[in-house]
């Protein structure tokens, strides 16, 4: 008997008589999705790319159709964040349409990786078969949030010893976009609404060639490497890079799903579960943000990403 | 009825943990129209939990 039909006896057996099957794991998944969605509201960022690994580490869900799932169920909360967002005006169509074609070419390349690695099988190591795509998710997983972790540590700390928020990326910003700008392979484009007169195609297509691969590949929303690459790479101000990267965001995540469809990764009854439990988690997590003024919480977001490592990495010793 | 019908059966053989998934156009296309449709309705359901909850902690305080 599963867990679903203990907790819900009465809707497993009306399920069971209309012939549908319900997820095993219904309410623990329930309450996974409202846990991250109110990770990702109260701290902001990241929050989504713990969604994948611990679908794969608590409810044994591959990492191909973890993956492909969260990306789906990301369509419905860009969907919201789209809706929500006042200013469309501050948009960059013309930065967002090409940022676009680089994105769908790395996501090509991502969900292509991730297909080649599904179907890679397994070897032997020490005596036991290990798989290639656990293997090597965990271990990118793993080396992901090690480093948004130290970033989000490092910050932290910062604003605590300054008063205010300085990233680890905004010591770089000034020096890294003048000579990322100062690139002069044609073609050439100006951005008049990011107020950019000159800027070479080929950095624009490699920013979206970068978040294309993460949304692809690990089914990352993207935004934590494009909010940054916007503001410090591109070089846009901030309110048009917030714009920006809901735009685009929205438009890069259909094409991820539609990908992930094709290939057969999106278990539809998790999305829509997921999507309704986070979205909810997610809301109350931002409200309490709000209530919170304290930097200190945002080193919790570390602590959560380095337990997540160790979680990988247990799995991975005990799978050996 | 019967689109809906088709729906839950286009979904429930095309479940990844199923063997041999049957991938139909209709599954595709619910991948991308059903988290859109449920994005819109959830954003006036988070909406009203927002001014909820911040009626009620605004209260708190």
Known sequence: MNETFTLFPIAAYWAHLQGLVLHPHLPSLTIFGFLIGGITGFFGVGGRLLMAPLLNTFFNIPYNVAVGSNLSQMMGTSTMNLIRFKRMRSIDYKLSALMLIGTVFGMELGV????????????????????????????????????????????????????LAQGLLSTHQ?????????????????????????????????????????????????????????????????????????FEGFFSIGYGTLSHSFKGNIDLILVVLLLISSALGNQIGAVLAKNSANPKVRQLFAFIAFAVVILLLTKIAFYL | MGLLEEAIKAVISAAPQRPGNQISTLYLLLNVVLPIILGVLLTWVTKLIEKGLTLLLGGKR
């Open chain 1, 174 to 246: 000034p020096v890294m976009t003048a000579r990322l700008q100062h690139i002069q392979l044609p073609p050439m484009v100006s951005l008049p609404v990011s107020g950019i007169e000159a800027i070479s195609l080929w950095v624009i297509l490699g920013v979206g060639m970068a978040t294309g691969l993460l949304i692809g590949f690990l089914g990352a929303g993207g935004g934590f490497i494009r909010m940054p690459a916007l503001i410090y790479v591109i070089g846009c101000p901030m309110v048009v890079a917030i714009g920006t990267d809901i």
């Open chain 1, 112 to 163: 292509q990786a991730l297909e080649f690695l599904t179907k890679a099988g397994s070897f032997q190591l020490l005596g036991k078969s290990v798989g290639v795509l656990h293997l090597t998710m965990s271990l990118v997983y793993s080396a992901l949030l090690l480093w948004i972790g130290m970033i989000v540590y490092r910050e932290a700390k910062a604003s605590q010893q300054d008063g």
